[in-house]
DNA sequence: CGCCAGGGGAGCT
DNA sequence: AGCTCCCCTGGC
């Protein structure tokens, strides 16, 4: 068990916030994480955080998949105080971190997440992991399925994981997951690049576009310049800003600003 | 039953 | 850049 005290860091926040699809709160507070094949138990009273790991989980891992050696404070005190809509989901959501969450769990999530709401979304990648993901067991005994590799999915027919509730979207995972899998899309290459040419590496892929990509170099790459803009976003940018985020104010680090502004929208 | 929206994208003009 | 079409599911 490793308990830490931090600030700007909220469990409930960052699974509030829709970036990662496996995190869920349980009947008794704490929150349970999957992580590509890593499973994690935590939980929080105030600024106090317990990690169920150990050190070498989580200084190996843990501590970078939060992102807590970043300051979030700097991006906080960088709201404009003219902005009170902004200054108020920052308020509300100060806790957010940006995830660094495994690129090929991410690209397979947000392919399933275009025209599809939270709920849904989940319940799809809870079936495709049941389905083709590596059956693991947690320190604890507790039985959990990994993310599922390309090469689980690479041999499919298109249409397979219909039956896994993904709709049209199978075919856009069983042709990446080929792609994939042998070899002709290098996953590892991607870390090494800028955002703008791991965004537009990423927008070969079928069933990658614009928005997708950026959420992909967002939650997985850390490119925390990159801005989304889904159906909520659009809808808050032509309601309080008519039409276009101040994005050079927040030149650098607009993404973190897009998920305080997606928090508080779900949460409204 | 129809209609619409959900963290859009492909294909074409 | 903008338009059409695609075409799955859940809620109302």
């Not at 989980?57 to 939060?66: I, K, L, P, S």
């Not at 999530?109 to 599809?116: K, M, T, V, Y």
């Not at 039956?163 to 899998?181: D, F």
């Amino acid at each position: 068990m490793i308990k830490k005290t931090i600030e700007n860091f909220s469990l409930a926040q960052i699974s509030a916030s829709g970036q990662c699809f496996r995190m869920d709160e349980e009947a008794d507070g704490s929150f349970r994480i999957i992580a590509g094949d890593k499973l994690l138990t935590a939980r929080q009273e105030g600024k106090e955080v317990e990690f169920d790991c150990s050190e070498d989980a989580f200084e190996g891992f843990w501590r970078n998949y939060f992102d807590l050696d970043e300051d979030y404070g700097k991006f906080i005190a960088a709201v404009d105080k003219n902005d009170a809509f902004l200054a108020n989901a920052v308020k509300k959501g100060s806790g957010i971190r940006i995830l660094k969450q495994d690129l090929w769990e991410m690209i397979v999530s947000f392919l399933i997440s275009q025209q599809n709401n939270i709920t849904r979304i989940k319940r799809c990648i809870n079936n495709i992991s049941e389905k083709y993901g590596e059956e693991m067991t947690a320190e604890n005994g507790m039985k959990y399925y990994a993310f599922p590799m390309p090469e689980a999915m690479a041999d499919l027919p298109e249409d397979a994981l219909m039956e896994c509730n993904l709709g049209y979207r199978s075919k856009y995972v069983v042709r990446t997951s080929k792609l994939v899998a042998s070899g002709d899309f290098k996953l590892d290459e991607l870390p090494k690049l800028g955002y703008e040419e791991a965004r537009e590496r990423l927008l070969g892929l079928y069933g990658v576009g614009k928005k997708v990509a950026e959420c992909i170099c967002l939650f997985s790459l850390h490119h925390i310049d990159a801005f989304p803009i889904d159906t909520h976003i659009k809808q808050v940018l032509d309601r309080e800003y008519a039409g276009s985020f101040p994005l050079e104010r927040y030149a650098g680090f607009a993404g973190v600003m897009q998920q305080y502004i997606f928090f508080n929208e779900l949460e409204k």
